[in-house]
């Protein structure tokens, strides 16, 4: 049976005339385990965001503009209807199900919606029933595992240790400052379900997820101390004995329903970031009143968001190392660009080969993105298989969005460079500047302690303004250690509250996209450091951690001012200075040259 | 009997153990009639912003960073304790009222803190009750007529007709406008009580409140039209015939309580920006649910701050016209300079009198601010008398803030010149020059739609941080058409939710203040106009309406970068291109003189 069908069929049985089917797992992590990909199981579209909904006859997928030709292409003959968010003219999810609802001819009161309780955020549950009442808004438990033939199983990735040595802080010591700037007075229990805030304060890792290094579990975090909820048979020795000797509780993920329940009633009840299912929302506050978390993008969050010196230490290490792998790549391409051989998948493979031969290397730290051209318009593009990869040959541009997973620090880098014998055009120069510009103009940033990301985010994109270009993803994201690369609690730096902290670690991202034609972005990562303290304020720079040299050649340098101009040179030489001696002779004499 | 013991005996006689006084008046202008100035009369203090609570015994004044020194100053001697907000250590005013309670013994409940009911907001008025509680908060009527000897009436200013031809529309238009704006199917009922949006609506202008072209009024705005409040009899015939033509009904101020009280049941209420006393509040919700205004900003607001052309079109006039008073004023203090009769308090006069023979000018648009040195270190600082004026002598900087009001414009420029024989030091140069490269910065920006003010701040502000310096006030305020120089809702765009718009006229105008030394600041006005539309967005960028030559003498022109030295030269030549037909051959050529 179709997959739809069979859905249809369960919904008529549980008298379900609509579902929706969010991208979310139990945890709400950015990416989720395959077993947890139903959306993209039913629809055929497997992009990262995305809500299907269902109904007995009809159906609807609501993704956001970086999806929209993927979905349509992977969506296409299957019944199912895009949903251009944001679009003029888009219904929102209440609105289509109401229409769907009138043209049935039901009773809105008859007309029940199912959600998987596990899977919608309370926040989101409690918005819902209210934009669709009448018409109810029921929870089922995952129905999959029947109705999926061959569902992934999660696997057994085992749960490591992640040295102190690399986090540079005990648990115990995290547990201190989390009690402290929790605040609370009195009995209290922290609920939390974000998979990398609980790797972060337990100082583990896991492998659920492909590229983040999470273990699908949960944490109560109160007077007494910690309990973690995971698949205790995937704990690694090395990790099950520090976590003892931290004096962490370990229990089985299936014993949190009956830790939620047994939280005493006088405590007072936390859940971290909003990131909580109604299912366990409704465990957890069982007629007592939960508390948001007290601090502004969570107490954990913040925490890990502001990376301690030993961290700090070891991203300059990760970034040291993956400089010198990308050095190998890039002379890679420009040796080879002439064959005509080339193509975005053996470059992709290409770096896999030369990332294996680093020192800790543990993986992608996402999909890497190895785009030319016109393929390089869609900001979230990869290649997975070289029948469908473009040859990369005939000049242009080649986007290249990698990063690496090593035990003490996890990278993210975007290069674009011009290959071929033509010249750029103006308007490519025009481009390829502008981004730099605007790469620069944050990187230099000064700013005073209480400076949110809204408020530097111009720097990065008034630049392109101009040309009346502009990018419509975050100039920024936090990067976790070894964790996920995109880390809250300042992602997309637009709309955070959030005020920027020593020891943050982020990306600084300006790019542009011209439909058909090509894409560049220009990537660094980039610390917050203290810069001044007067009797004005306490300032903080950004010191970049980047090493990978920019290409030149599509520079348009009238376009530069003296101190930019000062700034490229200066940061390509820092890259040479730092990566030259890791290099072969041959791969140092090349860096020299491309610098020039 | 002193003030404040003429007070604690009208507390005492009503039961209450507390009152707060805040600055309002009925309206919550920015500024308020004299005899509002009830804060001023009992406690010396006469800034612009600051609460009075007074117990039987005690007294504390809270006020902001502004004005630390001066409130310090005034309240000296007077048994009242200055709470700095914002300060490490300083309490709320429920927190001091706690401990003001728990000192005298008596029981919370019987603890009665009371607020006149007309001056404070129905928000301020909740949040105060939830936060005293158990204390109860009473309100009271205005009880100063009889505790104020000599307080001062609030005068007959003739209520004046605010011509279509500088208007650009007619108040039937602008009905239509906030009506469509409103959205609201079926009956509704709009209440506002910020005398600006009731002056802009209905064409009109006042003169209750210094510099700001209001008359205290209300306004009913429904399905059927426009209900004005105010004191008829200082209508002028021709304001009167222009609002009997639009089918604006009048009636008396004091009509207005009875008026919301047979607001239909049906009626959907509004109320504008929150701008509404906690009396009227009761009034007008009596069992019925007041709704917040549906336009982020004010519907009315909103509409009154983006100017249409024929506004845009008089405030270029007005900018122009005083333009050619600042170069006549500039003229004489450089003329007058050598011989050291010039203080803060003639240059003042002269200002006036050079102003008194602009055409159509109407006065001052606030209180004018000339600061020698260490005078303008303080934001806020304006001279009263030659006695306590600095004399302009010996070398440094003057800060000049001055605004005109012409019926067709409001105009409000900051310049600071350096003056005398010694060169600036090397940091004065820096701190002018880091002011002027912030304003240029934020001049330049283009801006795709949806923009808010918090996005471009960094712009101005960006250049000094590198200095370890900052300012602590905003970059821009929206400025009203004769009416108000600060206009909501674009003041303080560093925290503004509003996103700027095609007509807004704001100013840009960083700073630097040097505590004991000297302020600078740079201030002009700006028009948000249109740059292009893309494939992307639309764009937009800024006009600069100020017409005032930039003082080159402290610029240290190797910290500019050739764009903006580009733009100073062009921006003074502008300027002289703009005056010099309207300038005499003396000031032409002294002009042509001080751009070179």
């Given amino acids: 049976m179709e997959p739809m069908t069979s859905l249809r069929a369960w919904m008529a049985s549980r008298g379900f005339q609509v579902t929706i089917i969010p991208s979310n797992d139990c945890h709400f992590d950015e990416y989720v385990p395959a077993r947890f990909k139903v959306r993209e199981y039913l629809s055929g579209f497997d ?60 009773a809105p009161e008859q007309y029940k919606v199912g959600v998987d309780g596990d899977l919608f955020s309370y926040d989101d549950y409690f918005a819902f029933c209210k934009e669709l009442a009448p018409m109810p808004l029921e929870t089922f438990s995952d129905p999959f595992d029947s109705l999926w033939p061959g569902r992934p199983s999660l696997g057994d990735s085992p749960i490591l240790l992640h040295k102190e040595e690399y986090a540079g802080r005990s648990v115990s010591d ?27 304060l337990l100082n583990i890792r896991g492998g659920d997820i492909e590229y983040n290094a999470v273990t699908l579990s949960y944490c109560l975090l109160d007077n007494k101390g910690i309990k973690l909820f995971c698949r205790k048979e995937c704990l690694t020795g ?28 006088e405590a007072v009840r936390i859940v971290s970031n909003n990131c909580c299912s109604i299912n366990k929302y409704k465990i957890f506050s069982r007629g007592k009143a939960v508390m948001p978390d007290p601090t502004v993008g969570g107490t954990v969050a913040m925490l890990r968001a502001c990376k301690n010196p030993v961290q700090a230490q070891g991203f300059r290490q990760a970034f040291l190392q993956d400089g010198v792998c990308w050095v190998r790549l890039l002379k890679y391409i420009y040796d080879n660009y002439g064959s005509g051989s080339l193509n975005e ?14 020192a800790h290397y543990l993986g992608e730290s996402f999909e890497p993105i190895v785009a030319w051209n016109a393929n390089a318009a869609s900001a979230h593009y990869s290649v997975t298989d070289e029948a469908s990869s473009a040859r990369v040959a005939g000049g242009g541009f080649l986007l290249m969005d990698l990063g690496s997973h090593y035990p003490y620090g996890t990278t993210d880098t975007t290069r674009t460079v ?80 959030i005020a920027l902290q020593e020891g943050m670690i982020m990306s600084d991202e300006p790019a542009v996209y011209v439909d058909g034609q090509y894409g560049i972005r220009t990537e660094n990562v980039v610390l917050v450091s203290p810069f001044a303290k007067s009797d004005y304020n306490t300032f903080y720079r950004f010191e970049t951690l980047t090493l990978v040299p920019i290409d030149r050649r599509a520079v348009d340098f009238s376009l530069l001012t003296d101190a930019e101009r000062a700034w490229l040179e200066a940061y390509n030489k820092r890259v040479y200075d730092a990566l030259q001696s890791h290099l072969t002779d041959a791969e140092r004499a090349w860096l020299a040259d491309y610098i020039k």
């Fill in 238 to 265: 090395e990790a099950s004995d520090y976590l003892a000797s931290q004096g962490v509780e370990v229990l089985s993920y299936g014993e949190i329903d009956a830790a939620l329940e047994a939280v005493p009633a």
């Fill in 47 to 106: 992009g990262s965001a995305g809500t299907l909904v269902v109904t007995l006859t009809e159906a609807a997928l609501w993704t956001d503009s970086r999806y929209f030709l993927q979905a349509e292409r992977q969506i296409k003959g299957r019944g199912i209807e895009l949903m251009k968010i944001k679009m003029p003219g888009t219904p929102s999810i209440p609105q289509w199900i109401e229409s769907c609802r009138k043209a049935s001819g039901i």
């Fill in 174 to 200: 995290k547990y201190r400052d989390v009690v402290s700037n929790l605040g609370i007075e009195g009995p209290f229990c922290l609920f939390l379900s974000a998979c990398d805030e609980i790797m972060w």
């Fill in 418 to 497: 011009f290959l071929g014998e033509k010249e750029p055009t103006a308007a490519q120069k025009e481009d390829f500047t502008l981004v730099l510009k605007g790469m620069i103009a944050l990187a230099e940033a000064i700013f005073p302690a209480g400076t949110r990301g809204c408020q530097l985010d111009i720097l990065a994109r008034g630049p392109m303004y101009r040309t009346g270009k502009m990018y419509f993803h975050g100039t920024s994201h936090g990067i976790g250690q070894w964790l996920c690369v995109h880390e809250s609690p300042q992602i997309r730096m637009e709309y955070s509250p």
């Fill in 345 to 358: 998948y053996n470059i992709t493979q290409k770096l896999l080969e030369i990332k294996s031969g680093s």
